[in-house]
């Protein structure tokens, strides 16, 4: 990978925001799983990886809050009812829509016990929860009201057309942290939907999909033929988001595995129309920061003013506000 002749970033300068979250969000944990952002004219839609609900916050003067939820399962039919996580993933806004991308990934389960063979159990189930393997379009009726929409899932979904994809079929039955497939990031932009996956990363190169879909009726998206994929030198790091700038996307890249960073902010121009980009076709902007065990960046928005909005995953407890807020930084490109 040609890495040293990636160009030199920029630092930027941060400040803080409070997100203001209402009590049942924060019983449900959303603010310390926020995954997914966007802005909106009036405020920001936000995600969680943990519901099967989304979130709008209004700009109140000195803060995002005065927030409104929407529970997914009354816009579209979720393939495995309303109460089951969808581990939303991306936001997109674009030509009067709202986008949600589910992470589309396995789930390997956690070690909780100090028992040796309980643990190695645990270790070997893999689950699927059919509600993460969901791609939603809905209308939006105002800034901050969305309409029942439609949704690509079940046997039309994704995955079913990965099933055969040279690169990616092998991954798909994978868990998303092992680095098997794993959606992590959308932008649209015109008909094209771009997805960041986090996983998998190939000899350390990353993959954005280019799909294109079309109305199938009945609360229905389908995905038209063919896809594309490109294939992005990130120094091995897999993509955490996508957010559209101009003619460009921005690319939040970090680990594909649990593991806390490196962390960076790279500028791609899809109008090139390579499907190998290397590294010096690739800027980076910025040099994010994580911490040990929190502060993971995950959702990026696109601000006014050449600025950016940066939120995380596991805050760090100095970012959990008095009023059951969290701290997102914003940068300065």
């Given at each position: 990978?040609?890495?040293?002749?990636?160009?030199?970033?920029?630092?930027?300068?941060?400040e803080q925001?409070?997100?203001?979250?209402?009590?049942?969000?924060?019983?449900a944990q959303t603010h310390t799983n926020l995954s997914a952002i966007r802005q909106s004219a009036t405020g920001l839609w936000i995600?969680?990886?943990?519901?099967?609900?989304?979130?709008?916050?209004?700009?109140?003067?000195?803060?995002?809050?005065a927030q409104r939820t929407f529970e997914l399962a009354d816009y579209?039919?979720?393939?495995?009812?309303?109460?089951?996580?969808?581990?939303?993933?991306?936001?997109?806004?674009?030509?009067?829509?709202?986008?949600?991308?589910?992470?589309?990934?396995?789930?390997?389960?956690?070690?909780?016990?100090?028992?040796?063979?309980?643990?190695?159990?645990?270790?070997?189930?893999?689950?699927?929860?059919?509600?993460?393997?969901?791609?939603?379009?809905?209308?939006?009726l105002d800034e901050q009201t969305p309409g029942r929409g439609a949704i690509l899932s079940g046997g039309q979904g994704l995955?079913?057309?990965?099933?055969?994809?040279?690169?990616?079929?092998?991954?798909?039955?994978?868990p998303g942290k092992d680095n098997g497939f794993d959606v992590e990031g959308i932008a649209v932009v015109s008909e094209q939907v771009y997805l960041g996956l986090r996983g998998p990363v190939l000899r350390g190169w990353a993959v954005v999909l280019e799909l294109r879909l079309d109305d199938a009726g009945s609360g229905r998206l389908r995905l038209r033929e063919p896809y594309r994929k490109h294939f992005l030198d990130l120094d091995g790091l897999g993509v955490r988001d996508l957010c559209p700038d101009g003619d460009s996307l921005l690319v939040l890249a970090g680990p594909?595995?649990?593991?806390?960073?490196?962390?960076?902010?790279?500028?791609?121009?899809?109008?090139?129309?390579?499907?190998v980009v290397p590294a010096d076709e690739l800027e980076t902007v910025l040099e994010l920061p994580y911490g040990a065990g929190c502060d993971h960046p995950e959702g990026l928005a696109l601000l006014a003013g050449g600025r950016v909005m940066v939120v995380y995953d596991s805050p760090s407890p100095a970012r959990i506000t008095p009023a059951g807020g969290v701290l997102a930084d914003v940068f300065t490109l």
């Open positions: 990978m040609a890495s040293s002749k990636r160009p030199k970033c920029n630092h930027g300068v941060v925001v409070e997100l203001r979250f209402d009590q049942a969000s924060r019983a995600a969680g990886d943990e519901t099967a609900t989304f979130e709008h916050l209004a700009w109140t003067g000195d803060h995002f809050g579209v039919d979720l393939p495995a009812g309303p109460v089951d996580e969808a581990d939303i993933e991306g936001l997109a806004r674009a030509d009067g829509h709202l986008w949600l991308a589910g992470s589309h990934s396995l789930k390997r389960k956690k070690v909780k016990s100090k028992d040796p063979a309980k643990a190695a159990d645990r270790l070997a189930t893999v689950v699927r929860e059919e509600n993460r393997f969901i791609l939603v379009r809905l209308p939006l995955t079913a057309h990965l099933r055969d994809d040279r690169h990616l079929g092998a991954f798909l039955d994978l594909t595995m649990s593991l806390d960073g490196p962390v960076r902010l790279v500028r791609w121009r899809p109008g090139l129309r390579r499907d």
